[in-house]
């Protein structure tokens, strides 16, 4: 399994920006894919989450509902994070993950597979 993520910048509060994730060296189908972030000091948080499979199910955590919106293009095998309306508070390190639980409070199953992360900053 390989995951490489992008797309994280510098940013003002209020901006908006989009994650990529490139998958690849695994089957792209039926699987769980997501975001987790990590910001120094704060525990790391499952973001968004996506269920590919005959139904397509998602997951938002709370503090993103409404702002953030996870897709994913199986026919190039990226998962995206369209992320506006960011806050300071949305700082961190994106992390791509699969395979994963997706339903309230995700986990990451294999840690081993994660990318480097993409760096986002939110200056108020």
């Known amino acids: 399994v390989q995951l490489v993520e992008s797309g994280g910048e510098s940013v003002q509060a209020g901006g908006s920006l989009r994650l990529s994730c490139a998958a690849s060296r695994f089957e792209f189908i039926d699987i769980t894919i997501g975001w987790f972030r990590q910001a120094p000091g704060k525990e790391r948080e499952g973001v968004s989450c996506i269920s590919i499979t005959s139904e397509i199910n998602t997951y938002y955590a709370d503090s993103v509902k409404g702002r953030f919106t996870i897709s994913s293009d199986v026919a190039k095998r990226m998962v995206y994070l369209q992320m506006n309306d960011l806050k300071p508070e949305d700082a961190g390190i994106y992390y791509c993950?699969?395979?994963?639980?997706?339903?309230?409070?995700?986990?990451?199953?294999?840690?081993?597979?994660w990318g480097r992360g993409t760096q986002v900053t939110v200056s108020s």
């Open positions: 993950a699969t395979p994963m639980t997706c339903h309230s409070n995700p986990k990451s199953i294999r840690e081993d597979y």
